[in-house]
């Protein structure tokens, strides 16, 4: 099921995002629907600080495909052909952008994303 909106919890208003359990920024889904994911938000952490972007689009229309070719920019970086495949409750994208496979999945009513650039994350509302 190819639906992005079942992998991302609670997407309203300003989000907080998370490191482990420290709040290193706050951001919001400009776009979420099931085809399209655009996230904005800003961090300060481990003696740095700057932007994190994240859009995914699927490039297959249909919602019932387990696997697909997708769209995906990070940070302002973007990679056409970029593949997604749905495991459970997890959705898994592998991307030129990103050395290892990123997971996307609910966790605790918010969005935790695993992988990008060697770390993970939780956006949401606490």
Not at 32 to 52: I, K, M, P
Not at 67 to 86: I, P, Q, R
Not at 88 to 117: C, E, H, M, W, Y
Request: net charge neutral; charged share 15%.
């Amino acid at each position: 099921m190819a639906k992005l909106s079942l992998y991302f919890g609670n997407h309203s208003g300003v989000l907080r995002i998370y490191v482990g359990f420290f709040q290193v920024g706050s951001g919001t889904f400009t776009v979420l629907n099931d085809r399209e994911v655009d996230f904005v938000g800003s961090y300060q952490a481990f003696g740095q600080a700057g932007t994190v972007t994240i859009r995914i689009r699927l490039n297959d229309g249909s919602p019932a495909a387990a696997s697909g070719s997708c769209e995906v920019t990070l940070n302002g970086s973007t990679d056409a052909s970029a593949k997604f495949e749905v495991h459970g409750v997890k959705l898994t994208i592998v991307t030129t952008l990103n050395r290892t496979p990123v997971a996307i999945f609910r966790n605790q009513n918010g969005t935790q994303i695993d992988g990008i650039s060697d770390h993970s994350f939780w956006i949401g509302t606490v």
